[in-house]
């Protein structure tokens, strides 16, 4: 046995009756289309239920899979404390996965409990599910800081391990879209929103999961999706398998995105080449990567040689004899920046120059930004094939008055008060206003951002790709 069959859901506590109290009905579509999911579910007969959610225990660099026999929960939270719910989870299947977690080095297992009741985003869908079907056992699964493909990735051990143990298996997918789709809405509107809705559902309505590894973190933030995740690693579960996939609604109607989409496996104990979407498009980002590595200029060059280098024998490099004269003779602060798979995964740099020229500096920062970053782990070997590499060279930081000097596509911003410093890189992706940027270099220095009395300083960049 394996994966029977998916659906990516929603979970506004206000579609129940008990908490709606009368404002579910003018959301009725999305109510409907959970009962028909629901009953496509109770149809199928799964064994367990997996359920991922963006309210369960969330760490930045590790999936937390909820431990133990049972567990309870009910929406006091929203003022019906009595509909509860009382859920046996599949043990086997949790440890199995925690096991493989292990044995693959994959950041996920059973650590870090902090709260053992269900949450709202596990509970909703099962309120449902629980109308037509209960024989079934649970695995709950909270999301990550980790990058979209590792999110997949987990949806991948997910369907080893139902064929592994033989469990015939069903995936939610719970999470709600845009919370940016009206301007009257709680969260107000942006025009990200309407735009992640359209495209989301188009993505998952043709269950062309490759593109979901498309959609640009900063794209995605500005929206205030909530569900992306969840979706990764429910399409990961479905990796390689032929499904049939039904569209059934959207609705915007509070100013939040609520989508419902249902995939029934069609298991002919097929593996299907075209539908190994991460496969694909780690092949496609490889071939991009590959050109890009054949094209870059010879700053990148140095810190990616400097990078891999170290990594992979803790040996740091001399400066090769031929750079051009500038990186042996000038002098400046620079930062070397490395992304993998769409997210940031290191970046150190100096203000000011350190070193005795700007080859050496880039050796030292390349060096640390692979393996000194705080907010990191440190690079692994078999990470390098997958980095991609920026450095940028700081021309000498000057005073302003005020930040109608600023520009944030032309000029990186320095804020200083006593010992306190932040440095923010010009041009970079979600940063759109002088206030944004100003407000995370406050934050990078550990000020708050309605600080009075910092001093400003400006500079522009190189930027080496």
Known sequence: ????????VPHPPIMLPEVGRGEEKKIEATTKSYEKAAKLLAGLKPETIIISSPHSVMYSDYFHVSPGRAARGDMGGFRAPQVSFNVDYDSEFINALARKAVKDDFPAGVLGEKDASL????????????????????????????????????????QFISNEIDRRVFFVGSGDLSHKLLAEGPYGFAPEG???????????????????????????????ECGHRSFCIMAGALDGLDVKVEK????????VGYGVCTYVVNNDGNVYEDRQFLYKWERKMGRMLDERRANEDPYVKLARETIESYIRDRKKPALPADVPPEMKSDRAGTFVSIHKEGRLRGCIGTI??????????????????????PRFNPIKADELGSLEINVDVLSPAEDISSKDELDVKRYGVIVTKGYNRGLLLPNLDGVDTIDEQVAIAL?????SENEKGYKLQRFEVVRHI
């Open 119 to 158: 949450d709202h985003g596990t509970m909703i869908p099962l309120y449902y599910i629980n109308k037509y079907y209960t024989d079934y056992k649970l695995v709950r699964i909270g999301l990550s800081g980790l990058t979209l493909p590792d999110h997949y990735r987990l949806g991948q051990m997910i």
């Open 1 to 8: 046995m394996s994966i029977a069959g998916a659906m990516m």
């Open 248 to 255: 059934l609604s959207h609705e915007g109607t509070f100013g």
């Open 443 to 447: 934050r990078k220095a550990g000020l």
């Open 352 to 373: 000011s120059p350190v070193y005795g020229c700007i080859g050496e500096e880039i050796i030292e920062n390349a060096i640390s930004a692979s393996t000194r970053d």
């Open 194 to 224: 309407p735009k992640y809705d359209e495209r989301i559902m188009d993505v998952m309505g043709r269950a062309a999961f490759d593109e979901l590894f498309d959609f640009d973190e900063s794209f995605c933030d500005k929206a205030a």
